[in-house]
């Protein structure tokens, strides 16, 4: 298949997830036979952060007007087995138009947000890159969030059919590597600063390092305050990208996830943080929500917490317990979590969605 797709970025994983996510789920569906054409906003802040610049058997096209690209957007939307728009693609609605206009057999929303997009949606806050019709026009709408999600996304904004597509880790990436040098420490987190996020990061990082003032803790992300409350047993490095992931994740004996408000509430919406993770082989303490049982059995292959207190304890989890619980959750996710299944999923959803496509891929086989 072809796919042609407007997103936000697949360029720059400087202060987003959905890059990573994009990279692993390109190099995915052009190891099973398919060809990605990704469109791109030419922004300032990414193009000063990029660390990508072709899509190995697919292509990358930039732009910084969406009148200049116009005419090469509709040709390959026109071209297209699958003509998708995803959240926050900064020209989502005029995307809509061509996706929905092309003869795509399969034309697709993918909300790489869900939560974020209904939770704008109940304060009647304004969703860029979704239209006055909503989803109803979508052959198929992709959801990173599954559960009740799923439903609000039918009764709120008309789609039709719906299916999850959850996050996933590419092994070849996210394998186990040396820390950085000297960078060990007992608890990490990597993350871009939210502030939605602050209050679980407060309690399950920054009061164990007050408390625990022995031990090392280390933080990596972008758009970190001035003002936020570090200790001295607490280390920053600036921005990483994804390359430098998995050391960063194998620098720790323990590594902190930490859920976004509307994704822990809404549930079903497992970080691809997670993934990296596990797939290098570390441990992982999160804050727990509703459906993480689905992606990981908790006390076996993940550690939970809620409290400073549940955070320590976790920090006093003997070593070779902690090693036990990484080899749990590496097998879990290479078995089930990885790029190459979520392409599979991917392709699966849309030929369901378009007995044209599903034509063609019987075809191939």
């Known amino acids: 298949m072809k796919l042609a797709i407007f997103g936000l970025t697949v360029s720059s994983s400087w202060g987003n997830g959905h890059a990573t996510l994009w990279r692993g789920l390109c190099r995915a569906l052009g190891r099973q036979g398919h060809r990605v054409v990704f469109f791109e906003r030419d922004v300032p802040y990414y193009a000063d952060n990029r660390d990508l610049w072709e899509i190995p058997g697919g292509e990358l096209v930039l732009?910084?007007?969406?009148?200049e690209v116009l005419p090469a957007a509709r040709r390959h939307a026109a071209e297209a087995?699958?003509?998708?728009?995803?959240?926050y693609c900064p020209d989502g609605i005029a995307a809509t138009e061509v996706v929905l206009d092309s003869p795509a057999p399969?034309?697709?929303?993918?909300?790489?947000d869900t939560p974020v997009t209904l939770d704008a949606l109940r304060s009647g806050a304004p969703v860029a890159y979704i239209g006055e019709r909503g989803l109803r026009d979508f052959d198929l709408v992709l959801s990173f969030t599954g559960g009740a999600a799923l439903t609000q996304l039918r009764t709120t904004l008309g789609a039709r059919r719906v299916a999850p597509l959850y996050g996933h880790v590419d092994p070849d990436v996210h394998r186990p590597l040396a820390p950085l040098e000297g960078a060990m420490a007992d608890l990490s987190y990597l993350g871009t600063y939210a502030a939605d996020r602050q209050a679980a990061v407060e309690?399950?990082?920054l009061e164990p390092a007050r408390r625990l003032p022995e031990r090392r803790f280390l933080i990596g992300g972008a758009q970190y305050p001035h003002d936020f409350p570090w200790t001295p047993n607490l280390f920053f490095m600036?921005?990483?990208?994804?390359a430098q992931h998995p050391a960063f994740f194998c620098s720790s004996r323990l590594t902190l996830n930490v859920t976004r408000r509307a994704m822990a509430e809404m549930g079903y919406c497992p970080s691809g943080r997670l993934f990296e993770a596990a797939a290098c082989g570390v441990p992982i303490l999160t804050d727990s929500w509703a459906?993480?049982?689905?992606f990981f059995a908790?006390?076996?292959?993940?550690?939970?917490?809620g409290s400073t207190e549940e955070a320590m304890a976790a920090l006093a989890v003997p070593r070779e317990e902690l090693a036990r619980i990484a080899r749990?959750?590496?097998?879990?996710?290479?078995?089930e979590h990885t790029s190459d299944r979520r392409a599979e999923e991917l392709v699966r959803a849309v030929g369901a969605a378009s007995e044209r496509v599903d034509r063609a891929l019987a075809m191939e086989v």
């Open 63 to 67: 732009y910084r007007e969406w009148d």
């Open 81 to 87: 087995d699958v003509a998708m728009v995803t959240s």
């Open 106 to 112: 399969a034309r697709v929303f993918y909300d790489l």
């Open 203 to 205: 309690a399950l990082l």
């Open 238 to 242: 600036q921005h990483l990208p994804p």
């Open 291 to 294: 459906g993480l049982d689905e």
């Open 298 to 305: 908790p006390g076996d292959e993940i550690l939970t917490a």
């Open 328 to 335: 749990a959750a590496r097998e879990r996710t290479l078995e």
